[in-house]
T-cell receptor
Framework: DAKTTQPPSMDCAEGRAANLPCNHSTISGNEYVYWYRQIHSQGPQYIIHGLKNNETNEMASLIITEDRKSSTLILPHATLRDTAVYYCIVRALLNSGNTPLVFGKGTRLSVIA | GAVVSQHPSWVICKSGTSVKIECRSLDFQATTMFWYRQFPKQSLMLMATSNEGSKATYEQGVEKDKFLINHASLTLSTLTVTSAHPEDSSFYIC????????????????FGNGTRLTVT
């Protein structure tokens, strides 16, 4: 699976959009981009995933660049409860079977009142 | 849907004793479950892959005789930390995919809320 690079930490004002970047310059054509977050002392929570098109759900939006070498997770109106470590993970799917996720260090997002 | 439950959420045990952690898929069946470990201020590290009805697969550096995994049913996997030592104190997390209802390997991995083990 391709390696990802994320900033170690970010701050965001409450009510503003939080834009979390992820670089995955070595991503290959059959690899999806997944985003999870981990609130302190809890298990990771799935947020969203995509292949090449932008995706949106009730939690966030995922913007993937046309060359797929980077992506941005957008939390449109951050709240204090969004304070967490956010993980961007790239995972191949074709013939990969039921395989685990490999977590990097993620970005620690602090939402400030 | 796709809820994974762990029990206990925290446990304190004395050095030399064994501790069992349960991981259940509450509303789906999981032939495969994944066990992770997380030390303070670090990321999750995969320990082992638990397969229903067969032996678990352990990651390099994880002692299979120390971390016993049993996946006896399609909804339950257990991790037993045997002869626990203070260095085993960590946050243990299990996860699984709902392949039956989602049907594809790109479906999200669902995680339990973890078990914090403290060995004194």
């Amino acid at each position: 699976d391709a390696k990802t690079t994320q900033p170690p930490s970010m701050d965001c004002a409450e009510g503003r959009a939080a834009n979390l970047p992820c670089n995955h310059s070595t991503i290959s054509g059959n690899e999806y981009v997944y985003w999870y977050r981990q609130i302190h002392s809890q298990g990771p929570q799935y947020i969203i995933h995509g292949l090449k098109n932008n995706e949106t759900n009730e939690m966030a939006s995922l913007i993937i660049t046309e060359d797929r070498k980077s992506s941005t997770l957008i939390l449109p109106h951050a709240t204090l409860r969004d304070t967490a470590v956010y993980y961007c993970i790239v995972r191949a799917l074709l013939n990969s079977g039921n395989t685990p996720l490999v977590f990097g260090k993620g970005t620690r997002l602090s939402v400030i009142a | 849907g796709a809820v994974v439950s762990q029990h206990p959420s925290w446990v304190i045990c004395k050095s030399g004793t064994s501790v069992k952690i349960e991981c259940r898929s509450l509303d789906f069946q999981a032939t495969t479950m994944f066990w992770y470990r997380q030390f303070p201020k670090q990321s999750l590290m995969l320990m082992a892959t638990s397969n229903e009805g067969s032996k678990a697969t352990y990651e390099q550096g994880v002692e299979k005789d120390k971390f016993l995994i049993n996946h006896a049913s399609l909804t339950l996997s257990t991790l037993t930390v045997t002869s626990a030592h203070p260095e085993d104190s960590s946050f243990y997390i299990c996860s699984a995919r709902d392949l039956l209802n989602r049907g594809t390997y790109n479906s999200p991995l669902h995680f339990g809320n973890g078990t914090r083990l403290t060995v004194t």
